[in-house]
């Protein structure tokens, strides 16, 4: 079983920088892709970044590209986003996930985190 514990979100002024770090149980990290999502109220939890096993590949939504950096690291089970020149629209619950497989689209990880909070005022 994987459990994922998220950490790092708070209330930060538009244009500022955040960063989360999510810690997983699992044994085998490396062999997950892991990712974050984030749902804002009224809205359908979307897709944030995702990165590779081995953290060789990322990827992006649209909306956070250039401004959001995910990371990984193996030997300390870990994931990290940093986010900088955050905006008023990227307030929402962030969460982080992991799955054995990363889709080419539209992916859906097995395993999710309770969420962290991120506020950005204007």
């Known amino acids: 079983q994987v459990q994922l514990v998220e950490s790092g979100g708070g209330l930060v002024q538009a244009g500022g920088s955040l960063r989360l770090s999510c810690a997983a149980s699992?044994?085998?990290?490396?062999?997950?892709?892991m990712g974050w999502f984030r749902q804002a109220p009224g809205k359908e939890r979307e897709f944030v970044a995702a990165?590779?096993?081995?953290?060789?590949?990322?990827y992006y939504a649209d909306s956070v590209k250039g401004r959001f950096t995910i990371s990984r690291d193996n030997a300390k089970n870990t994931v990290a986003l940093q986010m900088n020149s955050l905006k008023p629209e990227d307030t929402a619950v962030y969460y982080c996930?992991?799955?054995?497989?990363?889709?080419?689209?539209?992916?859906?990880?097995?395993?999710w985190g309770q969420g962290t909070q991120v506020t950005v005022s204007s």
């Open positions: 699992v044994r085998t990290f490396s062999e997950y892709a």
């Open positions: 996930a992991a799955d054995p497989r990363l889709s080419s689209s539209n992916w859906w990880p097995g395993y």
């Open positions: 990165i590779t096993w081995t953290g060789r590949n990322a």
